[in-house]
């Protein structure tokens, strides 16, 4: 274990710290959570009945807007996403330079768990508050995050960032797990707690705010506290530091060829990644009319194989590489997309989800990975990773966008999930451009 002291209050941070690794690692526990319960299987559920009308349609009328809600809803994550890769850079440019990132952790933090306890609330007469408390949630998750994956490069060092990245998915998946298991019981038999199914799923919101929340204290504890920069920028104009220093950090990345094609291909894949990730559930449901039992337990069993995906690829990449890891899990990707095109039946769709587990963990963890490992030399990790961020968010914006605009025109989520692939296949091939100018 080592250590690097930083000027300005001379506050020591250790690298390779098991406490502090652990208690980094712990807001991916905490966190992951909202991704599981709310975007991939409890929420999507849910949202699909309170969305149904009465005539068997999904049309809904938000705030004047009528569409489909299956649209909406790939829409709303595009929006939701899309105005954080805008406030992002203003946020992480003040965080830079006033050293107050995990402030911000901690206030994004707060702002996604107290909306995911307001969807207890959720109902057919409050359709629009919960689009909205949705959309609240996925900015507080998503905007903790560029800030939680800034402290990876200082807590560990080069050889290390791969497993410790995996460890946190990996951690996180535990978590989120958990949790569902214990929210399970409820959503299944209500009867058995005298309450109704609906209830049931209002009070597994409740319980992912209150998760988030409380076991985010010991991260926002453990890390190591906010600091004064080394030195203090001349800029005042706090509203436009953010974009001057991500023109900085495009400027210094286009100079660094394997940071910069790397990012470029991240863009493309990440995109189709996201889309099937945040999707998939509603697939399950709407596609193929699988029950609410059987979507719930295939995501349960997709949770466990993440589990050693990340560890897998995690340890494939130390042999390997990151670069060749990563194109080995691009390959496997458009297997999926292909794949879920044509599956009919349930057992199918538990092909793909398995399939999807042991490649989202190591997917995700070896992005950050990477794109930590290719950094420049820099105090400013949360430019670099509000930079990461941006890209990660634009890449989400444009999956899902077309994801519903090609439902929009076809009315088919399978030619959707297709048209997915050719991300994957762009990003394949940008990735061995990254591998011709770097060892990582």
Not at 168 to 189: E, K, N, T
Not at 373 to 402: M, R
Request: aromatic share 14%; glycine share 8%.
């Amino acid at each position: 274990m080592s250590s690097i002291t930083t000027t300005g209050d001379q506050h020591t941070i250790s690298v390779d710290d098991p406490k502090v690794i652990n208690a980094w690692c712990m807001y991916d526990w905490a966190n992951s959570a909202y991704s599981l319960i709310i975007t991939t299987t409890f929420f999507p559920i849910y949202y699909s009945k309170v969305a149904e009308q009465p005539d068997g349609t999904d049309l809904v009328n938000v705030f004047g807007w009528v569409l489909s809600s299956k649209v909406l809803f790939s829409w709303m994550l595009s929006f939701a996403f899309g105005l954080m890769a805008v406030l992002s850079p203003i946020l992480s440019g003040i965080a830079d330079s006033t050293g107050r990132k995990k402030l911000f952790m901690g206030l994004f933090c707060l702002i996604g768990s107290m909306a995911c306890v307001s969807l207890v609330g959720f109902t057919t007469e409050t359709f629009q508050w919960g689009v909205l408390a949705f959309v609240l949630a996925t900015m507080g998750y998503t905007g903790s995050i560029v800030f939680y994956n800034s402290f990876l490069p200082e807590i560990a060092s080069p050889d290390q960032m791969d497993s410790v990245s995996a460890k946190g998915f990996a951690r996180g998946y535990i978590g989120s797990l958990i949790l569902q298991v214990l929210c399970l019981v409820p959503v299944l038999m209500p009867e058995m707690f005298g309450i109704t199914a609906g209830l049931a799923l209002r009070l597994s919101f409740l319980s992912v705010g209150l998760w988030w929340g409380l076991w985010s204290l010991i991260p926002l504890l453990g890390l190591p506290p906010d600091r004064k920069p080394a030195f203090q920028k001349q800029d005042q104009h706090w509203l436009l530091s953010g974009f001057r220093e991500l023109g900085k950090v495009w400027q210094q990345a286009k100079t660094e060829r394997p940071l910069f094609r790397f990012l470029i291909s991240f863009l493309f894949y990440n995109m189709g990644v996201q889309t099937i990730m945040y999707l998939a559930t509603l697939f399950g449901d709407q596609e193929l009319h699988l029950a609410s039992h059987k979507l719930i337990i295939t995501i349960i069993l997709l949770q466990v194989v993440a589990i050693f995906g990340a560890r897998i690829f995690a340890a494939l990449s130390a042999r390997r590489g990151n670069i060749l890891t990563l194109q080995i899990i691009i390959g496997i990707w458009l297997v999926v997309c292909a794949w879920a095109y044509f599956v009919k039946d349930e057992y199918g769709f538990y092909g793909v989800a398995s399939l999807v587990g042991l490649v989202m963990g190591g997917v995700q963890s070896l992005s950050r990975s990477t794109y930590a490992k290719l950094l420049p030399p820099t105090e400013d990790h949360a430019s670099f990773f509000s930079f990461y961020d941006v890209v990660e968010k634009v890449s989400i914006v444009g999956g899902t966008f077309v994801f519903g605009a090609v439902l929009d025109w076809t009315g088919s989520m399978r030619s959707s999930i297709l048209f997915l692939a050719l991300f994957f296949v762009i990003g394949g091939l940008l990735l061995q451009r990254v591998k011709a100018v770097s060892k990582t």
